[in-house]
């Protein structure tokens, strides 16, 4: 293994390395050069010395999940990037305490099998635990901030436990995203019980309609823009909107888009599906650069129609001269 990899050798047991490796492989949108290292960490217990070795190396280091999220670059992350692979998952006394590595389906699976409820409705969304826990994933009115009562982080120095008022959650995001050198290691919650055959049949048929939207084998991020709160509008632009489109005090971003014909639209392998103007997805060609093209092309005519700018939902990587939300 070249370069510094060597001196991860008394690690070995815990992490796997692999350098240079192409992040297309680990992305939903199949898109993203490589990163210089990527090491998968199944123990919480490595990480300060680990962290203490790699610091010595002098690159960026970031923590991804399941990369469903993520638009990386095509030159890549010129840096590590660190994923906490831990999948433990306890249940006692009415709470569940589980980490990060965990798939996010294995989630909602686990507590529909034990007719606690609270999450079906968010069953289907890709990535992993950690990944839903940093952006306070949501779907169908279910949020992460709902039923988590404390987050675990490795700060960079050691390991300390978030209380749920701490975390910042509110849509779409979380104080986490703040605290980019955090590694979100495994959170505890709360889930009420339910009736079990019930919570199947919602999740059942949710995951149908997210199948038809969302076609399992689809390369994208889902949602790009996060839909804008009504109350921080102007009354100009609130005026247009039908208000039956308002829900829960959000515009969705794809009535604003579909306005301004982004439908169809194409940035060479890069389209806009048809049918939903708020998701991009890669028809197998495509490039991050195309991806980028099309996201400001679309946020420049809302912006030109509407007088404000769309909110990217997706989190960049590997991009100096674009924000991570
Ligand atoms: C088809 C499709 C449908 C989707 N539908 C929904 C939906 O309905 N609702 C919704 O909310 N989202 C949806 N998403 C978006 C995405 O699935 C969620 O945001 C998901 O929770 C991201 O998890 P991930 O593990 O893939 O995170 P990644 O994409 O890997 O990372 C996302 C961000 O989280 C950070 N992160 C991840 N893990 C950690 C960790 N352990 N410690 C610190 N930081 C971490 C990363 O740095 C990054 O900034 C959809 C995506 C797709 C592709």
């Given at each position: ?18 350098a240079d490796e ?19 960490v ?9 962290l ?8 960026p280091?970031?923590?991804l999940?399941?990369g469903?999220n ?6 890549g992350f ?7 692979t ?20 294995n ?14 409705k968010?069953?289907g969304?890709?990535?992993?635990f ?15 901030m ?12 050691g ?10 959650f ?17 959170a505890?919650?709360?889930l009420?019980?339910g ?20 076609p399992p084998?689809?390369k ?12 921080a ?14 829900r ?10 579909e ?20 998701l991009?997805?890669?028809n ?7 991806v ?28 100096s ?5």
């Amino acid at each position: 293994m070249p370069g510094f990899a060597d001196r991860l050798e008394p690690f070995l047991p815990h992490i796997t390395v692999r350098a240079d490796e192409a992040l297309s492989r680990h992305t939903r949108f199949g898109l993203g050069g490589p990163a210089a290292y990527l090491i998968d960490v199944g123990a919480p217990t490595v990480l300060p010395a680990l962290l203490a070795e790699l610091r010595t190396w002098g690159l960026p280091l970031i923590t991804l999940g399941g990369g469903s999220n993520l638009v990386v670059a095509d030159e890549g992350f010129p840096g590590i990037v660190l994923r906490f692979t831990g999948k433990d998952i306890r249940c006692h006394d009415g709470l569940t305490t589980a980490q990060t590595g965990l798939l996010w389906q294995n989630l909602v699976d686990f507590h529909t099998a034990l007719a606690l409820g609270g999450m079906e409705k968010m069953t289907g969304i890709p990535g992993w635990f950690g990944g839903a826990l940093y952006g306070n994933a949501g779907a169908y009115g279910q949020t992460i901030m709902d039923f988590v009562l404390s987050v675990d982080v490795f700060d960079g120095q050691g390991f300390c436990t978030i209380p749920r008022e701490d975390c910042g959650f509110a849509y779409r995001t979380s104080g986490f995203k703040r605290h980019k050198d955090w590694i979100l290691l495994s959170a505890t919650m709360h889930l009420a019980p339910g009736d079990g055959p019930a919570l199947a049949a919602t999740a059942e048929q949710i995951l149908a309609t997210r199948n038809e939207k969302f076609p399992p084998t689809m390369k994208c991020a889902g949602s790009i823009f996060k839909n804008p709160h009504a109350a921080a509008l102007p009354e100009a632009v609130l005026s247009r909107v039908p208000p039956p489109i308002i829900r829960s005090g959000k515009i969705p971003s794809a009535w604003f888009l579909e306005q301004v014909g982004s439908k169809g639209m194409r940035r060479g392998g890069i389209e806009v599906a048809s049918y939903h103007a708020n998701l991009i997805y890669n028809n197998g060609t495509g490039t991050a650069a195309e991806v980028c093209s099309l996201i400001d092309e679309l946020k420049a005519r809302v912006l030109a129609e509407f007088g404000f700018t769309l909110e990217e939902e997706v989190q960049y990587v590997g991009f100096s001269s674009r924000p991570s939300y």
